[in-house]
């Protein structure tokens, strides 16, 4: 009778330990379950910001290279939607010298802003120098 007690306390004492030991594993796994989610979440957010700045490098070099008359008219203080991403365009003018009869010359600011969701994503800053008849 004290074998067959001695034998339910092994097998109790056996039940209890795969018992832990299973909780454990569960708690385990959904840690690592959390740290792979946490993982891919961060390099798909990555690849986001890497095309939301190439986004805002192709409309940078855009608007440097754009003809003056479009510049102002169509980019200044602007929203384009560009896909899954809203650029936001912006020109201010840095300085400005005065170059006799035909006008003013200047350094103009640009500022593209890539957003998505209206979270900031890529900002671009670059200059460019201008000519203008007048000054805005």
């Given at each position: 009778?004290?074998?067959?007690?001695?034998?339910?306390?092994?097998?109790?004492?056996?039940?209890?330990?795969?018992?832990a030991a299973i909780?454990?594993?569960?708690?385990?796994?959904?840690s690592f379950t959390e740290i792979f989610f946490d993982c891919?979440?961060?390099?798909?957010?990555?690849k986001e910001k890497a095309r939301a700045f190439n986004t805002a490098q192709l409309?940078?070099?855009?608007?440097?290279?754009?003809?003056?008359?479009?510049?102002?008219?169509?980019y200044s203080d602007n929203?384009?939607?560009e896909g899954e991403f809203d650029v936001k365009t912006r020109i201010d003018i840095i300085?400005?010298?005065?170059?006799?009869?035909?006008?003013?010359?200047?350094?103009?600011?640009?500022t593209?802003?890539?957003l998505k969701n209206d979270e900031?994503?890529?900002?671009?800053?670059?200059?460019k120098g201008a000519g203008w008849e007048n000054a805005r």
């Amino acid at each position: 009778m004290a074998k067959n007690n001695h034998n339910l306390n092994q097998r109790g004492f056996l039940l209890l330990e795969s018992a832990a030991a299973i909780l454990l594993i569960s708690i385990l796994m959904v840690s690592f379950t959390e740290i792979f989610f946490d993982c891919t979440l961060s390099i798909l957010r990555s690849k986001e910001k890497a095309r939301a700045f190439n986004t805002a490098q192709l409309y940078a070099e855009m608007l440097v290279n754009i003809e003056e008359d479009e510049f102002f008219d169509k980019y200044s203080d602007n929203i384009i939607e560009e896909g899954e991403f809203d650029v936001k365009t912006r020109i201010d003018i840095i300085t400005e010298r005065k170059s006799g009869e035909e006008g003013s010359r200047g350094t103009l600011l640009i500022t593209v802003l890539v957003l998505k969701n209206d979270e900031p994503l890529a900002e671009l800053k670059t200059f460019k120098g201008a000519g203008w008849e007048n000054a805005r």
